[in-house]
């Protein structure tokens, strides 16, 4: 089998682990795969440079900013092949402009789109190991790029994709995906198999196993993926097409996301473009807007809007909310203490009653909702911030994820 196998920060955070790292690909490789390792930066590394680079400019250009940057992966590159060299197997390191990595998009926040793979290959079919720095590239221009933090995930995917792979595994720090938490539920549980769009809908609300737009590049091109950890033996979670998974359960994980605030903006006009001039200032003022409720308009003439944002741009807003003179509503209200909790399971869609059973659930924790939004996998709720771990605890339990 042809393999990619992308270890994280963590995974080679000191020599022991880099050493140890190499066992595993070792073992690969004595089971007759054909291996790609994507490295990270050792833990630590790249904020570190960052914070050498703001050391000497708060406004340190950016072309440098990405040389810099992308010696982290190639630090740990060196140290990986050396441990695998020491072990005698063939392997040999290959920095971005020796493949060539391609990229486009400005500098610290490309992407890649293409790659040369015939040399990579070659050294394959000869029996080699090949290892390869995440998170960088280089432009059409031949200037070093890097692209986006947490960028050695989609690496591993362009990988995969690029080499038609037979597996793409992530190696971290922890055994899987979770159905919540585990530091705040311990009774949450490794997820054997998830689908693409319920791991989408867990890591954009926090589950943070995966850089996101990496499951969204594994999805389109149908790259199945497996998280699992470098430290243990265990079997880590798989991450592929839903048609492919047997759901015995409605629900697959509790997630949920702190730090938010809800604003209501009562008696504002009923009429077309209201929306608009609410949120065209926020989109200015770059406030992330989550979730938008419009209350149906009892008198045709006005209506109520609520919506929900980070807490930090909670001042922003309001301030904005209050001296736009395009926006007019009679009064507004808002909580700033406010969770968002969400129950994720592509098995929703053919079971019924899933909605009656969370909120039922939460009124018998007397748990008041405050708002609701629903897809077609997830369910998600706005409640006081000070019910989060009761709510998640409850709904991990009537959901059977204990
Ligand atoms: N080293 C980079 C970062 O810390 C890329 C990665 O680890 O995926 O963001
Ligand atoms: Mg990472």
Redesign the pocket.
């Known amino acids: 089998m042809k393999k990619v196998l992308k270890f ?2 963590t995974s080679v955070g000191s020599i022991e682990r880099i050493q140890h790292v190499a066992n595993i690909i070792k073992k690969e490789r004595d089971a007759g795969n054909q291996i790609i390792a994507i490295v ?2 050792m833990s630590g ?2 904020n570190e440079l960052i914070d050498l680079s703001n050391q000497i400019s708060k406004k340190f250009d950016k072309r440098e900013l990405d040389v810099l940057l992308s010696s ?2 190639q630090v740990t590159c060196a140290l990986l092949t050396g441990a695998l060299i020491d072990q005698n197997l063939n392997a040999k390191s290959w920095l971005n402009w020796q493949i060539p990595i391609l990229t486009s998009g400005e500098h610290t926040n490309s992407r890649i789109i293409n790659m040369n793979i015939s040399k990579i290959n070659e050294h394959l079919s000869r029996g080699g190991i090949a290892i390869v720095p ?2 960088q590239g280089i432009s059409e221009k031949g200037e070093i790029t890097t692209i986006g ?5 989609a690496t591993a995917v362009a990988f995969a994709k690029a080499f038609n792979a037979d597996s793409c595994e992530i190696y971290t720090d922890v055994d899987g995906v979770f159905s919540s938490d585990p530091n705040k539920i311990p009774v949450a549980k490794k997820i054997d198999q998830i689908s693409y769009d319920e791991m989408l809908e867990l890591s954009s609300l926090g589950a943070k196993v995966m850089q996101p737009s990496a499951v969204q590049t594994a999805m389109m091109y149908n790259i199945p993926l497996e998280v699992k950890s470098t430290f243990t033996d265990r079997k880590g979670t798989k991450i592929f097409d839903q048609e492919n998974i047997d759901y015995r359960k409605s629900v697959t994980g509790v997630a949920y996301s702190k730090d938010d605030a809800k604003i209501t903006l009562i008696g504002v006009e009923d009429k077309p473009g209201v929306a608009a001039n609410i949120f065209e200032p926020m989109n200015k003022a770059q406030i992330n807007i989550d979730m938008v409720i419009q209350n149906i308009s009892s008198d045709q003439k006005t209506t109520d809007v609520t919506f929900t944002i980070k807490r930090n741009d909670f001042l922003k807003a309001k301030e904005i909310l209050e001296n736009n003179k395009n926006i007019s509503y009679k009064s507004l209200t808002h909580n700033d203490k406010v969770a968002k909790v969400s129950i994720v399971g592509a098995g929703m869609v053919s079971t019924p009653g899933v909605t009656y059973r969370m909120f039922k659930a939460l009124a018998d924790e007397k748990i008041n909702i405050l708002a609701i939004s629903t897809s077609e996998i997830k369910l998600s709720v706005i409640i006081d911030e000070e019910n989060t771990l009761n709510a998640i605890k409850k709904l991990h339990t009537i959901f059977e994820l204990d």
């Open positions: 994280g920060g990270s930066a590394k790249t982290g992966e995440g998170f933090r947490g960028g050695s995930d």
